[in-house]
């Protein structure tokens, strides 16, 4: 009798704490000898091929604490349960697509599904040359406030990114893009895009926790709360362009803490299909090194505009004043062409502190 007790109490105690959030003094630990191409780089953020998450992550072996070494690498409870969750659908789209005879090492990373008049769409993100990327910090909160964390997540994806968009009606791809990023931005009328490994989250921060630190969150985050992370959800649609239809996706990229890019993706009714936007924009720069000068542009990565929606005009104005960091000061006054389905605008460049 006194050993049912004793197995009733710890019972009770186990479906306590798998409740709790114990993730700042428990780790799920993975050990990958003779694996090869394992980066851990000064930040402590660990890269690994995908092809052998499968049966590293899968399985429940080896929880314990330990402080990081060259050998291994460690996911929070949280990280782990956000990616066993992800890694789970992706096998449900892989199965679900099959048919689409996508690249046999393609790995399909999210799916959002949508009604037009034309039918039941789906678009969904794929990536060949794909790695995961953890970000291991996550006991240290002066660590998972740094401004990585919005964009990347504590989790995320990187590699050659596709976004494919299907017709759920007849089956089959419409469309497909491949999606670069801004490899030459010296001069803005001769910008060219490279197949460069872009990110993409599965496990980030919530919108209140990271606000609470001046921040903004960059994607949707589901199921997160100020003391744990959520699923990111970055093809979270929504009306961008202020035409009353949720099409509009954007994707982020972030080099430096005080600035970042962004690249807006919708789906459009009369082509019905998915369309990377460009902005076509005139840059009218009054500096000490450009005075009184015009540049065009056709942009695909543009800074800050697609974090933001435009008004039921179709207008979006806003400034973004890196005066104070040895930069410019521009004043974006952008136009979104529901005829036309296109965006451009006026950029005003100044170097004057105000």
Same mark, same amino acid.
């Given at each position: 009798?006194?050993?049912?007790?004793?197995?009733?109490?710890?019972?009770?105690?186990?479906?306590?704490?798998?409740?709790?959030?114990?993730?700042?003094?428990?780790?799920?630990?993975?050990?990958?000898?003779?694996?090869?191409?394992?980066?851990?780089?000064?930040?402590?953020?660990?890269?690994?091929?995908?092809?052998?998450?499968?049966?590293?992550?899968?399985?429940?072996?080896?929880?314990?604490?330990?402080?990081?070494?060259?050998?291994?690498?460690?996911?929070?409870?949280?990280?782990?349960?956000?990616?066993?969750?992800?890694?789970?659908?992706?096998?449900?789209?892989?199965?679900?697509?099959?048919?689409?005879?996508?690249?046999?090492?393609?790995?399909?990373?999210?799916?959002?599904?949508?009604?037009?008049?034309?039918?039941?769409?789906?678009i969904i993100a794929?990536?060949?040359?794909?790695?995961?990327?953890?970000?291991?910090?996550?006991?240290?909160?002066?660590?998972?406030?740094?401004?990585?964390?919005?964009?990347?997540?504590?989790?995320?994806?990187?590699?050659?990114?596709?976004?494919?968009?299907?017709?759920?009606?007849?089956?089959?791809?419409?469309?497909?893009?491949?999606?670069?990023?801004?490899?030459?931005?010296?001069?803005?009328?001769?910008?060219?895009?490279?197949?460069?490994?872009?990110?993409?989250?599965?496990?980030?921060?919530?919108?209140?926790?990271?606000?609470?630190?001046?921040?903004?969150?960059?994607?949707?985050?589901?199921?997160?709360?100020?003391?744990?992370?959520?699923?990111?959800?970055?093809?979270?649609?929504?009306?961008?362009?202020?035409?009353?239809?949720?099409?509009?996706?954007?994707?982020?990229?972030?080099?430096?803490?005080?600035?970042?890019?962004?690249?807006?993706?919708?789906?459009?009714? #009369?082509? &019905?299909?998915?369309?990377?936007? /460009?902005?076509?924009?005139? @840059?009218?720069?009054?500096?000490?090194?450009? =005075? $009184?000068?015009?540049?065009?542009?056709?942009?695909?990565?543009?800074?800050?505009?697609?974090?933001?929606?435009?008004?039921?005009?179709?207008?979006?104005?806003? #400034?973004? &004043?890196?005066?104070?960091?040895? /930069?410019?000061?521009?004043? @974006?006054?952008l136009r979104y062409?529901?005829? =036309? $389905?296109?965006?451009?605008?006026?950029?005003?460049?100044?170097?004057?502190?105000?």
């Open positions: 009798m006194a050993n049912l007790k004793v197995h009733f109490l710890v019972l009770i105690c186990l479906v306590f704490f798998a409740n709790c959030d114990v993730r700042v003094n428990k780790y799920y630990s993975a050990n990958v000898y003779g694996k090869g191409n394992i980066q851990i780089d000064s930040d402590e953020r660990v890269e690994i091929p995908f092809k052998y998450f499968d049966t590293i992550l899968l399985s429940d072996d080896n929880v314990e604490f330990e402080e990081p070494e060259w050998d291994s690498f460690y996911l929070s409870t949280t990280q782990y349960s956000i990616w066993r969750k992800r890694a789970l659908k992706m096998k449900e789209w892989k199965r679900k697509y099959s048919g689409l005879k996508l690249p046999r090492l393609a790995n399909i990373i999210e799916e959002t599904t949508f009604n037009t008049p034309k039918g039941s769409r789906s794929w990536m060949t040359n794909m790695g995961v990327r953890l970000n291991m910090n996550e006991a240290d909160e002066n660590e998972r406030i740094d401004w990585i964390y919005k964009i990347q997540g504590s989790g995320n994806f990187s590699g050659k990114l596709r976004l494919s968009l299907i017709d759920n009606v007849r089956g089959g791809i419409i469309n497909t893009i491949s999606v670069g990023f801004l490899k030459e931005f010296q001069h803005h009328d001769t910008l060219t895009y490279s197949e460069d490994l872009l990110d993409w989250p599965f496990a980030i921060l919530s919108k209140e926790f990271i606000e609470n630190y001046g921040y903004e969150l960059l994607y949707h985050s589901n199921g997160s709360s100020a003391e744990k992370d959520g699923d990111a959800e970055v093809m979270h649609l929504r009306d961008i362009n202020g035409d009353g239809k949720a099409y509009e996706f954007a994707l982020f990229r972030q080099d430096y803490s005080f600035s970042f890019f962004c690249s807006l993706f919708g789906y459009n009714e #009369i082509s &019905d299909s998915l369309k990377w936007y /460009g902005w076509d924009l005139e @840059y009218h720069s009054k500096t000490a090194y450009n =005075k $009184d000068t015009i540049e065009k542009a056709k942009q695909y990565w543009i800074d800050y505009a697609a974090y933001l929606n435009f008004d039921k005009q179709g207008h979006l104005d806003f #400034i973004r &004043d890196y005066t104070g960091r040895m /930069g410019n000061r521009y004043d @974006y006054r062409d529901p005829q =036309k $389905d296109a965006y451009y605008g006026d950029v005003y460049v100044t170097d004057e502190e105000r």
